[in-house]
């Protein structure tokens, strides 16, 4: 089975921009998670979506932040408008609703604000 | 909120040399997982381990729930070891247990 996927790996954009991130979750996964890394403040969660519904909306991150989960194998994280604090790693995460409840991350987005 | 600390916050060891890395939260836990990520690297589930012991390889984690803590023993440690150890759990709070909480990590150093 493929892995959590994530697309671009890299992405540089400029303050003001919209810019979308992409992620595929292991297939037969319902719950899906976005995560934010930087060094400073670590990682952070963004949302959260189980079979398709968000649970959770990133509280602080709820402004310019918007994820979507358009179908169960696929879901969207756009930032708009960026800011040069936006600059970070951006994972995504899936794992099964029931049983053993392991996350599995994918390579994750590396974006630069500038 | 929910805490994790992590301990030490990092290390340096020998190659051969075996590690130990703890995690203490403070409520109980019902999900516990180790993960370890390279610089520039995304993080990869080492052992997903809420209670007692488990093993792969060189690794193995205890997790006593009772005493909200958990560790992960490194044995004879490889220079492809070094990078960061991160410990996350998920705590037994009724309707609202999905989030994982991560701690700070440890960085695992491995010399020649």
């Known amino acids: 089975d493929a892995g959590v996927t994530q697309t671009p790996r890299h992405e540089v954009a400029e303050k003001g921009q919209t810019i979308i991130l992409k992620c595929e979750p292991v297939?037969?996964?319902?719950?899906l998670f976005w995560y934010r890394q930087t060094k400073i403040q670590g990682l952070e969660l963004l949302s959260y979506?189980?079979?398709?519904?968000?649970?959770?909306d990133g509280g602080a991150f709820k402004d310019r932040f918007k994820a979507e989960m358009l179908n169960s194998s696929f879901s969207t994280l756009k930032i708009q408008p960026t800011e040069p604090k936006d600059s970070a790693v951006y994972l995504c995460?899936?794992?099964?609703?029931?049983?053993?409840?392991?996350?599995?991350f994918g390579p994750g987005t590396r974006l630069t604000v500038l | 909120g929910q805490q994790v600390q992590q301990s030490p916050a990092s290390l340096v060891l020998q190659e051969g040399e075996n590690a130990e890395l703890q995690c203490n939260f403070s409520?109980?836990?019902?999900?516990l997982q180790w993960f370890y990520q390279r610089p520039g690297g995304s993080l990869v589930s080492l052992l997903y381990?809420?209670?007692g012991t488990k093993h792969t390889g060189r690794l193995t984690s205890t997790t006593v729930t009772k005493e909200r803590r958990s560790s992960l023993h490194i044995s004879s440690s490889q220079i492809t070891d070094s990078g960061t150890y991160f410990c996350?759990?998920?705590?037994?709070?009724?309707?609202?247990?999905?989030?994982?909480?991560f701690g700070k990590g440890t960085l695992l150093t491995v010399t020649p």
């Open positions: 995460a899936s794992r099964r609703t029931g049983g053993a409840r392991e996350q599995y």
């Open positions: 297939s037969g996964h319902n719950d």
């Open positions: 979506f189980r079979s398709k519904s968000l649970m959770e």
């Open positions: 409520s109980t836990a019902t999900q």
């Open positions: 381990n809420p209670s």
């Open positions: 996350a759990m998920e705590p037994d709070s009724g309707g609202s247990n999905y989030k994982l909480t």
